[in-house]
Each structure stands twice: as C-alpha cells, then as structure tokens.
C-alpha cells in the first residue's frame, strides 16, 4: 500500500465530465489499496476569468482581495469533485488551504508554503476517505488567504507529498510527460521517459511552464519522486529524480523559451565604479525582477549597460531607466520588448565542449541574430528577436537531434 499524492490541473477537471472521468479514475486507483490525496486546480480559465473581472473593477486591486477572488476557483473544484467520488460511492472530503492549514508567508499572489499540518489529511485517510485539497492556495499566519503564483498547484502538490512523506507526487495535465521542447512548438519533440531535477529547474525556469519551478524546488530539496503524465491517455510518463550515475547522460535533454521578456540598454553612461547599482538599485526597489545582465567594455569614459526584464515590468523599467539615466548624464535609452530567450539545457553539457558553438553555429545559418547570451554549467540562453523564436527552437531542436534517442 502506498501513499500518492496526485495533482490535476484546470483542462483535466475542465468539463463536469471531465470531473466525473477523475473521480472515477481516481476511485480506480484507491480499491487497489492506495491511499490518495488529490490537489486540484480552478477549472481552465477560471483563473484568468476572475483576474479579469478584478481588472474591470480596479485598475491595482491590492492583493489581500485579489487573493481572496483568486482561491475560489479551486474551491469550486475541490467540492465538486468530491460530489462527483460520492455520488459513484466512494467517500471523500474536501479542504480549502486554510482548512488543511498550509501556513504560508503573507507576500500575497505570490506566497511561499511555510508549514503543513498533516493531521486532518491523516485521520481522513484513515477513515478511508480520499481526500482533496485546494491547490495554489493556503492562509498567513493572521489567517489572510495567499496564492502560491501561477502553476502554484504543482506547489501545493509536492509540498504536500513532501510533507506527508509520500511515495510518489503525481501530476496529471494535458501532455502526456516533460518533452524535449514544448510539443505545441515542435511536434517532433520527443517525450522523455526521465529528466532530473536540476535540468526540470532550468527548463522551468527558463519558460518551460509544465512545471512550476517552485514545485520543482521543493521536490528536489525534500527528495520527492515527481511524475508528469496525461490525465486523457495510458503511459507511465516522465519521472522527475535525483541524478542518477547510471543514468544515461544526453547533453542536450531540453530546450526552453520564454516569450515575456523586454530589454533596456542604457548607452554611453559614464564609466565609474558603482554604476550598475545606480541602474540597478532603483529597478530592484520597485520590486521589478531583472534577468540577463551586460555591461560593455569601457570605451573613452563611458559604457553601455543592458538588462532584461519581464514584458509586463517594460512601461514600469523603461521610465525609471529614463530618470536615472538623467541624473547620470548617460547619452540615450532604449528598449525593446519584442525579444524571446531561447535556452538549452542538459547536465551533459558539463563534460561536452562545443556546445555553445553548435548553437550559435545553428541560430546564424538561419539568419538569426543574437542580442544577448548567458551561460551556466548546465544551460545556455539566448535572446532573439521574437519573430524567430519557432525558427530558432525548430532549428535547434533538429541541430541537437533531439527528436531521436
Ligand atoms: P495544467 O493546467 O495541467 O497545469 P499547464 O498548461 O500548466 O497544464 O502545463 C502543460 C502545458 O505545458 C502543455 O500543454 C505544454 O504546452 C506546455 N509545455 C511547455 N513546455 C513543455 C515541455 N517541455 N514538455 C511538456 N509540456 C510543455
Ligand atoms: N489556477 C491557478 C492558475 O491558473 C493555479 C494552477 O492552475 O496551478 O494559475
Ligand atoms: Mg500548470
């Protein structure tokens, strides 16, 4: 007998079928002796449909409130999928975030899990219920309701199969496993059958929104056995684990990208010591996260200074830029918020040179000018203009020979 923990996200329970189809699969599951704990998602679109009406009603609803409207689409799931096991005679409760008690901070829209009280998921079990909890919600130590981010079920999900030291967290979606690249990109992209969680981190957070990278954190810090697979078809989908030395190494296992981003140069600002604090530091204090960073070599005095952020920040990013750039006396601002990152990520990478090459070699046959470029040991990124950005993924996708083992 084991404990399972399994996750099902909104295009999964997005139909009262769809519900229908998981309870039943879910009490499947539960006669072989299991004991289960279900994380569920809003149904799809119902996220994006309160944040929307918020929208309409106030231009920056503060987020105590906007937490508040956000956690009720997962409160419609959790009771209507246990109305939907008792009604095929199963037994079934259902908890909201606060209800378990997932003790998180109190940074709202974007909260981190603190502490799990695992006693009611416990005697639950043990009264022979499955039970289903609220994914991407939990309460503040005031008893405030949070959300965890978006994707932020993933994270109640492994959190809880941490915190109940389960056997296996199981994530049900519309894919069928992590693939080399997102399969709505390249439809040659190959499913994998294991990917580690240093690799399922970068791709997470270099774009690849299967995952949500906290989830992946917690799994990897806690050691849990994660596993994508599809909530429609059969397969046993892709295993998330420590690296293993037996494992066979690919050194390209993925490749990743991201859409959101926008960046700002600042030219001919002049070149003193403290520099990029004073770019920096009025960014970082309106909370605006920067990515990729350049600073150009000094040349007769002044430099020029480069970073990313996300789209959504660029307005935002731009102005401040503009003020510390009078204050500086620097020459010219810019900024552009039509490029994409393109990244590939593998731990072979490690032991294999050539790499980076192989993929500027690939991005400048197809014409494709790079803008920006950051490495690490396991991954290297590039930003593109957007318009290249299925160009570049395919191309590269083809170059690494990704869509054969
Ligand atoms: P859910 O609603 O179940 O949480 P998501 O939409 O958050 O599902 O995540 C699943 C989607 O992630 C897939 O439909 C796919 O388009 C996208 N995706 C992006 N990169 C990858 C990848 N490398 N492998 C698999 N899916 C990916
Ligand atoms: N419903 C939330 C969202 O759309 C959380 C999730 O689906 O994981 O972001
Ligand atoms: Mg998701």
Do not use: W
Not at 193 to 220: C, H, N, P, W
Request: a negative charge.
């Amino acid at each position: 007998m084991a404990l399972i923990v399994q996750k099902y996200g909104g295009t999964s329970i997005g139909t009262v079928e769809r519900i229908q189809q998981v309870a039943t699969k879910i009490i499947k599951h539960q006669q072989t002796g299991d004991d289960l704990v279900i994380v569920v998602s809003a149904m799809s679109g119902e996220t994006n449909r309160l944040i929307g009406l918020a929208n309409e009603l106030n231009d920056h609803p503060r987020g105590r409130e906007l937490d508040v409207l956000l956690s009720t689409g997962e409160q419609v799931t959790i009771a209507l999928l246990c109305m939907a096991i008792q009604q095929q005679g199963a037994k079934a409760n259902s908890y909201t975030g606060s209800q378990v008690r997932i003790l998180t901070d109190n940074t709202h829209n974007k909260a981190r899990i603190m502490e799990i009280d695992d006693n009611k998921i416990h005697s639950a079990l043990a009264d022979g219920h499955i039970v289903v909890v609220a994914g991407f919600q939990g309460c503040d130590e005031h008893g405030n309701i949070t959300t965890l981010g978006r994707g932020g079920s993933d994270t109640t999900a492994v959190a809880l199969a941490a915190a109940l030291k389960a056997d296996e967290c199981q994530i049900y979606t519309d894919v069928d496993g992590v693939y080399t690249t997102d399969p709505r990109v390249v439809p040659e992209a190959r499913r994998l059958d294991q990917i580690t969680y240093e690799e399922m981190l970068e791709m997470a957070s270099l774009g690849a929104k299967v995952l949500q990278i906290r989830s992946v954190e917690f799994a990897r810090n806690y050691n849990v056995p994660l596993r994508v697979l599809s909530s429609f078809k059969k397969g046993g989908g892709t295993l998330i684990t420590a690296e293993d030395p037996k494992m066979e190494k690919a050194v390209i296992s993925g490749i990743a990208f991201n859409r959101d981003e926008a960046k700002l140069t600042v030219l001919g600002v002049p070149d003193h010591p403290g520099i990029a604090t004073k770019i920096l530091g009025p960014i970082a204090k309106e909370n605006i996260e920067v990515d990729m960073i350049i600073q150009n070599t000094g040349h007769q005095g002044t430099t020029d200074f480069t970073f990313t952020v996300h789209r959504n920040d660029y307005q935002a990013a731009l102005k401040i830029l503009q003020s510390t750039a009078d204050t500086l006396n620097a020459r010219e601002v810019t900024g552009d918020d039509k490029i994409t990152k393109v990244s590939v990520i593998g731990v072979g990478m490690r032991s294999h040179a050539g790499i980076a090459n192989t993929m500027f070699e690939t991005l400048a046959n197809e014409n494709i000018n790079i803008s920006m470029i950051s490495t690490s040991e396991i991954k290297i990124s590039v930003v593109v203009d957007e318009k290249y950005l299925e160009l570049a993924v395919r191309s590269l996708h083809g170059a690494f020979n990704l869509e054969h083992e």
